[in-house]
């Protein structure tokens, strides 16, 4: 009992060995540079919409206050009220969901975090380095490619603000010690309190003081490591485990953890400890045949070993120390609570864990990049560690900087049609079912970089759908069914996945019978956009302008131009049902009857070709005629007609007086200027 109070008893934290004198500037370079970086990198997510699960998030809040969220999480899979209740905060003091303000949130937090691990890594390195170790602490946390998943989502600011939350613990407690004050005390043990209201990894937040402690004892600037503050922090994480546990909320899980599933995560935990040479795993793959697991630990295992080593043989007992607790325990929750295949599609996970990895690269490299004081080499000798230091700093900032703006990229990919389905969804009567084709579930390049994990842009996945999407930004619901047609997919310089149920023509026919207006997504390599295709309900029988075969008449329902395109409206009704296969052709013409552009195809952008059809159905078809950059100016003439794509022959057209038209192509619009 004696020595349960003398550990629990505050020892005074000496302030150990004299510290060589040295200049700040490395610091101040390297934070101020770090903090420009990550505003480079993520400034272009500020105008994305709404990601993968926020949609879900939002509309949970929407009927709740702010204090609701820390008492209750019945409909919802996790107890994390504390970004909830400041999401609702902004919305009552807005009066709307700002999306670009929430988000500035996260690049925020990522700053503030990035100062935190600079000035942390200056305190945990205590020779003539320690400066230029913050610096580049910063910089490799600022380029952590995993995180590039973790800032775009507002998720409640679950990531970004976590890791400011325990950094700032950490570096207030840190404060506390050292001036041996008991308000900056309190405030560290209150945000150790408070971490895990944000997200899980919180209740992490008493091993980290532990490790704080251990490595004061470890410096000799205690006799021993002070257990009253990691016992308090122990005490309010377990307390928020049991209120974890007993609060109403969605029951999931993914089972208990087994060794091979250990193994696999542990493999991508690996990896990302060891992301700057981590690449190289891909060559041992493709010209050795080697597996994934085989490649990453052949590559990465022996880099952490002399990783490790030579952070031992420069004595950095401190970086070592914090920065391996901090990785290993921020990894725990997901190497024991979910499964592999969660983790190698979430790289948002390594994004708490790298601030130990920044830790451990960026003092190794400090080091490394300046020798001895006592090195006795002439001038020119030494130089060459700074420079292959320098050299191999911005290969891993660019390298990552260019994998990071890559996957913004992607993610800005669905920007576009996301926010059309918005605004048609205004435009849609409420008791109206919209209905989607082909829109974006995921994207990922084709060019694999890390030897694991599926590193693209999940846009929204499967279990939440394209009615909470649309809730969540509209704040009015609206039905819509999203289904996948593979007929009219196409392939891009990117692999792509898509929302709904994979339907054949059958049940393409079905979804059309059912819905109003048909939208359908067009993915093209540098852009992807939500087209309105027309719609096979509710379409009225208008007067016809022209007849072709006596199966199908059409007419000009609506038209539109603009200086890069002319939009149709077409309304079709079929006469007969057609006993073989007929497609549309809808040419533009110049004054001089060269054929400008055109835009073929069955109606409804491909979805409904006549053949589905009996004889009765009026179907609405848009077309849009895209004006190439040569196009020559108007007078323009715009022809309309079938063709029999087997046979290669167009069906005989004939006016509404029963007069035969030329080419068997109707002249439906003309446009003067």
Known sequence: MAAWKRLLRRPVLQAGAVVPPASRWPLYVGVTLAVWLSYYLYAGSLGLPFLQEDSTHILWMSARSPWDSFVTAVGDPAYRPLGKALIKCWYLLLGHHDIAWLR?????????????????????????????????????????PFAYQAIPWINNFFYPLENLLLLAMTAVYWQARQRHSNMLLGVALFLSFLAPFEIEYGVMSGGILFALEVIWWWQKRQPYPWLGGVLFALLVNSLYVLRWLTIPKQAYGFGLPTLNRIFLISTYFLQGLMYPIAPLARPFMSRLGLSDIAAIWLVCLPALILLVGYLLKKRQWAALLLGGFWFVLLNMPALVFVNFDYVVNGPRLLYPPGVGIAWLWGTAVATFARPAPKDTRPAAARLWQPVVTALFLLAVLAANSWFVRDRVWHYRLAERPIKQLNAAALRTPPDEQMLVVNFPSWITPKTDIYAMGHHGAAILPFYIGMEALIAAHNEQAQAVREIQFLNVRQEQPYYYGMLGETVDYDGLRRYLAESGDVYLTQWQATQVNLAYAGRVTAVHAETAVATFGDQLAVALTDSASSDDAITLTLTWQLRQKPDHDLSVFVHLYGADGQLITQADGYPLLGLSPFWLWEAGQTLRDQRTLTLPDDAPPPPYRVAVGIYDPVLNMRLAAVDANGAAIPDDAAVLLVIEQ
């Open 104 to 144: 500035f949130h996260n690049i925020t937090f990522n700053v503030l975090s990035i100062s935190l691990v600079g000035l942390i890594a200056s305190w945990l390195d205590r020779g003539r380095t320690r400066y230029l170790s913050g610096g580049a602490a910063a910089l490799f946390f600022a380029a952590l």
